[in-house]
């Protein structure tokens, strides 16, 4: 019996009527207001443990457009980061597209 890898969504920073979403670092702050949904929640080790995006939830700039990849196993940690991600995707009329992040071949995933 194979396991099914969680979805991932691609939130991106164009309005369903074809406009470039503002402000400019809305994935950003985005995936920052997520970055302490992490597995095994935050770890407070060293100065800094707590820099950095989570997992689940990271900005990305895709051929031009900036793009928020929402990583589904979000629902399982925290339903209600789920439905802050997903409903700030809606309220603000963003295009929403199922997909999976492949760093290009030979090149960082980040």
Request: glycine share 10%; hydrophobic share 40%; net charge neutral.
């Amino acid at each position: 019996m194979s396991v099914e890898k969680p979805r991932e969504f691609f939130i991106q920073g164009i309005t369903l009527s074809g406009k470039t979403f503002r402000p400019s670092d809305w994935a950003e702050r985005l995936a920052g207001a997520l970055s302490s949904f992490r597995p095994g929640g935050v770890v407070k080790v060293g100065i800094g443990a707590h820099i950095g995006y989570s997992p689940y939830c990271v900005p990305r700039v895709i051929e031009g457009v900036k793009c928020v990849i929402v990583n589904e196993a979000l629902r399982g940690v925290e339903p209600m980061a789920w439905d802050f991600v997903m409903n700030f995707a809606r309220d603000n009329e963003l295009q929403v597209v199922e997909a999976c992040w492949l760093p290009e071949p030979g090149g960082k995933a980040d």
